[in-house]
């Protein structure tokens, strides 16, 4: 080894990007993961974003929440939160070309950040695609003249099933419905209407999606085998993503323009033709009108956080999975302020036609609208919308639209969310670069076989519990760890800095530093601490002939290990890169006892340099590919001009020679542990 104390060092060299570098990039690996267009890529994060939580979970939430006065929580972590995030996420997957897997080696502690990001991922994606599997379901039967879940006599409806308002028209008088309009109840004699009893009775909507679909059994622990139905669905639904994907991005992108587009034409034709029926200016003013006195509620501001990260689709890594197929310069910004502006307000867009719908609903069943508001999630989506549609002129021209919609929605987030573990694999075992197809296939594969208990009688039961545990409050966790490792622990300047190359300034530098610094860290810890102390059992209420359900204490326990194994990573990996450092310094004891150490404190306590070097990017952190590989990390590249004049001036042969001179020679170099001085670099190549 050529002892670098001995060489005299020349004049350094800066070392920026030189477009006469023709060795820039030679030798650069071919990469075919990479976006086509950047429409593309826009509509794919539109398509990711903007799934299924905005049609049914935000309506729900915001009724629920408040009405109007559900939007300040909402606009307010949305912009203090959510938005920052987003932001960060893009630019760490774009500036890296890494997806969360390896994108956290800017702090090699904190990798488990990106580990957590992998397998919520993963977890929510295998009940996410039983969502996507039941509307296959409905929407395959939809191409009927007389949709099934409209009419009782089936072989699975009970004799406790009835149609409301079965002769088209219900009457309330007192709170007894009869089966009538209000003249023909005032002529009681000459039309001889009937009481409409409805206690103990279930729709024919609710048999059909629970009776048929779900085969649901009256308790978690009577779990069942696979149903038959929901088996197929959930096969043909994998068996869709994996053909999406198969070919990376440039499928995926392609499939966008359809998974992007498609809702918000479906949704603007269910706005129109929803607020032209009778009781639909109802169910608006229950939507939008504000009920102040709710916000001091926490569960409210809870559920707006909940909201913010399922909805934008942070915490998942599918963001970084994403903009790592971006090409280095791309305007990453302009596009994040187009996809947030349209998942803010897709939600409230949504709102008007689940509410103009669940108002006509109600209207033409004599019932209120708190009764439709109180159904959420898969409630809303596959009870009372069909229930609502059932009832429309050209019923299933509607159907058909409209669980195609929730298709397009699904998909276009499964199709991210599946993508983070098939770019995890292929980043962890390299070889496997070249054989997507192969990984995706066994992915998907997988993915079906462990998400099949979701298809027994008790799989409803799981699913509510995995949509608590998995796709909630673990997401705040995750960002917040997040915010720190990048803000805190890498450094806001340094990651601006990481921004500035790429985009050639530094875009929104003042409000990150704010919302980064301040807002994300505290809004997120406070979330979850106040989470944490207001948790209560899961329960679901009487409805459709079921008893009100509590569930049992060992579903509880298995739901916080759920939790527990989301955000395990992020401790488990710091601990253990700490014992790793401690050990690569004990080893090199001999700097320690070196004389030009005598009296440097930094160089006596292992246990501080070892903390400071976990805290510290690795060695190869940096762009990934060699073109984007200068300025600060130009010692990553060894082809690089300036690394050619210091590897000329020292006579050094090797990339490891070239940069530890960086740091003799002053050059800037982010990446290298900042354990040693100057002088220890001698000694430290030897080891």
Same mark, same amino acid.
């Given at each position: 080894?050529?002892?670098?104390?001995?060489?005299?060092?020349?004049?350094?060299?800066?070392?920026?990007?030189?477009?006469?570098?023709?060795?820039?990039?030679?030798?650069?690996?071919?990469?075919?993961?990479?976006?086509?267009?950047?429409?593309?890529?826009?509509?794919?994060?539109?398509s990711?974003?903007?799934?299924?939580?905005?049609?049914?979970?935000?309506?729900?939430?915001?009724?629920?929440?408040?009405?109007?006065?559900?939007?300040?929580?909402?606009?307010?972590?949305?912009?203090?939160?959510?938005?920052?995030?987003?932001?960060?996420?893009?630019?760490?997957?774009?500036?890296s070309?890494?997806?969360?897997?390896?994108?956290?080696?800017?702090?090699?502690?904190?990798?488990?950040?990106?580990?957590?990001?992998?397998?919520?991922?993963?977890?929510?994606?295998?009940?996410?695609?039983?969502?996507?599997?039941?509307?296959?379901?409905?929407?395959?039967?939809?191409?009927?003249?007389?949709?099934?879940?409209?009419?009782?006599?089936?072989?699975?409806?009970?004799?406790?099933?009835?149609?409301?308002?079965?002769?088209?028209?219900?009457?309330?008088?007192?709170?007894?419905?009869?089966?009538?309009?209000?003249?023909?109840?005032?002529?009681?004699?000459?039309?001889?209407?009937?009481?409409?009893?409805?206690?103990?009775?279930?729709?024919?909507?609710?048999?059909?999606?629970?009776?048929?679909?779900?085969?649901?059994?009256?308790?978690?622990?009577?779990?069942?085998?696979?149903?038959t139905?929901?088996?197929?669905?959930?096969?043909?639904?994998?068996?869709?993503?994996?053909?999406?994907?198969?070919?990376?991005?440039?499928?995926?992108?392609?499939?966008?323009?359809?998974?992007?587009?498609?809702?918000?034409?479906?949704? !603007?034709? @269910?706005?129109?033709?929803?607020?032209?029926? #009778?009781?639909? *200016?109802?169910? /608006?003013?229950? %939507? +939008?009108?504000?009920?102040?006195?709710?916000?001091?509620?926490?569960?409210i501001?809870?559920?707006?956080?909940?909201?913010?990260?399922?909805?934008?689709?942070?915490?998942?890594?599918?963001?970084?999975?994403?903009?790592?197929?971006?090409?280095?310069?791309?305007?990453?910004?302009?596009?994040?302020?187009?996809?947030?502006?349209?998942?803010?307000?897709?939600?409230?867009?949504?709102?008007?036609?689940?509410?103009?719908?669940?108002?006509?609903?109600?209207?033409?069943?004599?019932e209120?609208?708190?009764?439709?508001?109180?159904s959420?999630?898969p409630?809303?989506?596959?009870?009372?919308?069909?229930?609502?549609?059932?009832?429309m002129?050209?019923?299933p021209?509607?159907?058909?639209?409209?669980?195609?919609?929730?298709?397009? !929605?699904? @998909?276009?987030?499964?199709?991210?969310?599946? #993508?983070?573990? *098939?770019?995890? /694999?292929?980043? %962890? +075992?390299?070889?496997?670069?070249?054989?997507?197809?192969?990984?995706?296939?066994?992915?998907?594969a997988?993915?079906?076989?462990?998400?099949?208990?979701?298809?027994?009688?008790?799989?409803?039961?799981?699913?509510?519990?995995?949509?608590?545990?998995?796709?909630?409050?673990?997401?705040?966790?995750?960002?917040?760890?997040e915010?720190?490792t990048?803000?805190?622990?890498?450094?806001?300047?340094?990651?601006?800095?990481d921004?500035?190359?790429?985009?050639?300034?530094?875009?929104?530098?003042?409000?990150?530093?704010?919302?980064?610094?301040?807002?994300?860290?505290?809004?997120?810890?406070?979330?979850?601490?106040?989470?944490?102390?207001?948790?209560?059992?899961?329960?679901?209420?009487?409805?459709?002939?079921?008893?009100?359900?509590?569930?049992?204490?060992?579903?509880?326990?298995?739901?916080?290990?759920?939790?527990?194994?989301?955000?395990?990573? +992020?401790?488990?990996?710091?601990?253990l890169?700490?014992?790793?450092?401690?050990?690569?310094?004990?080893?090199?004891?001999?700097?320690?006892?070196?004389?030009?150490?005598?009296?440097?404190?930094?160089?006596?306590?292992?246990?501080?340099?070892?903390?400071k070097?976990?805290?510290?990017?690795?060695?190869?952190?940096?762009?990934?590919?060699?073109?984007?590989q200068?300025?600060?990390?130009?010692?990553?590249?060894?082809?690089?001009?300036?690394?050619?004049?210091?590897?000329?001036?020292?006579?050094?042969?090797?990339?490891?020679?070239?940069?530890?001179?960086?740091?003799?020679?002053?050059?800037a170099?982010?990446?290298?542990?900042?354990?040693?001085?100057?002088?220890?670099?001698?000694?430290?190549?030897?080891?």
């Amino acid at each position: 080894m050529r002892s670098l104390c001995c060489c005299k060092p020349k004049a350094p060299v800066s070392p920026t990007k030189d477009s006469t570098d023709k060795n820039a990039d030679q030798d650069e690996p071919e990469d075919v993961h990479q976006w086509d267009r950047p429409i593309e890529f826009v509509l794919s994060l539109i398509s990711n974003s903007v799934g299924l939580g905005n049609v049914w979970r935000f309506p729900y939430l915001a009724a629920k929440s408040g009405g109007g006065a559900f939007l300040i929580p909402y606009f307010t972590l949305y912009f203090l939160i959510g938005a920052p995030l987003y932001y960060m996420e893009l630019a760490l997957g774009q500036f890296s070309s890494r997806g969360p897997a390896t994108g956290f080696e800017l702090a090699k502690g904190w990798r488990g950040v990106g580990i957590a990001m992998i397998v919520n991922s993963v977890l929510g994606m295998l009940s996410y695609n039983v969502i996507i599997s039941w509307s296959l379901f409905y929407f395959v039967l939809s191409f009927r003249k007389r949709l099934l879940w409209s009419q009782c006599g089936n072989w699975w409806n009970s004799d406790r099933c009835f149609v409301p308002g079965s002769r088209d028209v219900v009457y309330t008088m007192n709170g007894t419905t009869w089966n009538c309009t209000e003249a023909q109840y005032k002529n009681f004699s000459d039309y001889g209407c009937s009481p409409f009893n409805t206690t103990g009775k279930v729709t024919a909507a609710e048999e059909f999606y629970y009776r048929l679909l779900l085969k649901k059994s009256s308790s978690f622990d009577d779990f069942g085998t696979p149903g038959t139905y929901m088996a197929v669905c959930l096969l043909a639904a994998w068996f869709i993503v994996c053909l999406c994907i198969i070919r990376g991005v440039q499928s995926s992108g392609k499939v966008a323009y359809f998974t992007a587009i498609f809702p918000y034409i479906v949704l !603007l034709i @269910l706005i129109i033709y929803s607020s032209t029926l #009778d009781g639909a *200016v109802d169910g /608006i003013k229950y %939507y +939008i009108i504000p009920r102040w006195h709710l916000l001091k509620d926490f569960k409210i501001w809870q559920s707006a956080a909940s909201q913010v990260f399922f909805s934008l689709s942070l915490s998942f890594g599918s963001l970084m999975a994403y903009a790592s197929a971006n090409k280095f310069k791309n305007n990453f910004f302009r596009q994040m302020c187009i996809v947030v502006s349209c998942d803010c307000f897709t939600g409230i867009f949504a709102g008007f036609a689940v509410f103009a719908t669940a108002g006509f609903l109600a209207k033409s069943l004599g019932e209120s609208i708190e009764k439709y508001a109180e159904s959420s999630g898969p409630g809303l989506a596959f009870i009372t919308y069909p229930e609502a549609l059932s009832r429309m002129p050209g019923s299933p021209f509607f159907s058909v639209i409209f669980f195609l919609m929730l298709l397009a !929605l699904g @998909l276009g987030s499964q199709f991210a969310s599946t #993508d983070v573990p *098939v770019t995890a /694999i292929m980043e %962890y +075992i390299p070889a496997l670069q070249k054989r997507r197809a192969l990984v995706v296939v066994v992915t998907c594969a997988l993915c079906y076989v462990i998400s099949l208990p979701f298809t027994c009688p008790g799989g409803i039961y799981l699913f509510t519990l995995f949509q608590e545990y998995t796709a909630n409050i673990s997401l705040v966790v995750i960002g917040f760890f997040e915010v720190v490792t990048v803000a805190y622990v890498y450094g806001f300047n340094r990651f601006m800095n990481d921004v500035k190359m790429m985009l050639g300034y530094p875009a929104g530098k003042y409000y990150l530093f704010f919302t980064w610094l301040i807002s994300a860290p505290i809004l997120t810890l406070a979330i979850t601490i106040l989470n944490f102390m207001n948790t209560q059992s899961l329960k679901d209420g009487a409805s459709a002939g079921f008893d009100e359900y509590v569930y049992p204490k060992w579903s509880v326990i298995l739901g916080w290990t759920v939790f527990a194994f989301c955000i395990l990573p +992020i401790p488990l990996c710091y601990i253990l890169n700490y014992i790793q450092e401690y050990r690569r310094l004990s080893r090199r004891s001999l700097i320690e006892s070196s004389p030009s150490n005598y009296g440097n404190f930094s160089s006596k306590y292992r246990f501080l340099r070892a903390f400071k070097a976990n805290n510290s990017p690795s060695d190869d952190w940096g762009p990934k590919k060699k073109v984007n590989q200068y300025g600060d990390y130009a010692h990553l590249n060894p082809n690089s001009t300036a690394n050619k004049n210091i590897a000329d001036s020292h006579n050094l042969h090797t990339p490891q020679e070239i940069n530890a001179t960086h740091n003799i020679t002053g050059v800037a170099n982010p990446a290298m542990d900042p354990d040693f001085s100057t002088n220890d670099y001698t000694i430290r190549e030897r080891f």
